[in-house]
Nanobody
C-alpha cells in the first residue's frame, strides 16, 4: 500500500512565504512525476507545479517565479516553496505522484490535502 503524507501550509499574510512537503511511503518500486495541485473554494482543481524524476519542472503561469518545486528521489519526497504569496493562492493543496508499487502497475496517488490561506 502506498501513502502520500503532506505537511506544512497554514495561514500567512500577503507577501509572505510558506513551504509544503509530501512524503511517499509504502511498497514503492519507483516514482515518476510528482506534482502539486490546488483547489480554491468553489473552484476547479488546477496544476500548480510538476517535477519529473530527472528534475525538469513545469509551473502554472499564476505561480511562475514565485513558487519552486523540488524533490528528493532517495527519500521519495516533493516540496513546494511558496514565496510572495497572494490572497488568490488560498486553496487546498494536494500532492500527487505517479508510482509503481509492488502490488501493481503505475498509478497516480494523492495526498489528503493541506490548507493554505493567505490573508491579512
Amino acid at each position: 500500500q502506498v501513502q502520500l503524507v503532506e505537511s506544512g501550509g497554514g495561514l500567512m499574510q500577503p507577501g509572505g512565504s510558506l513551504g509544503l512537503s509530501c512524503a511517499a511511503s509504502g511498497d514503492i518500486i519507483a516514482v515518476n512525476d510528482m506534482a502539486w495541485y490546488r483547489r480554491a473554494p468553489g473552484g476547479r482543481r488546477e496544476l500548480v507545479a510538476r517535477i519529473t524524476h530527472a528534475g525538469s519542472t513545469t509551473y502554472s503561469d499564476s505561480v511562475k517565479g514565485r513558487f519552486t518545486i523540488t524533490r528528493n528521489n532517495a527519500a521519495n519526497t516533493v516540496s513546494l516553496q511558496m514565496n510572495s504569496l497572494k490572497p488568490e493562492d488560498t486553496a487546498t493543496y494536494s500532492c500527487n505522484a505517479n508510482i509503481r508499487a509492488t502490488t501493481g502497475p503505475w498509478q497516480n496517488y494523492w495526498g489528503q490535502g493541506t490548507q493554505v490561506t493567505v490573508a491579512s
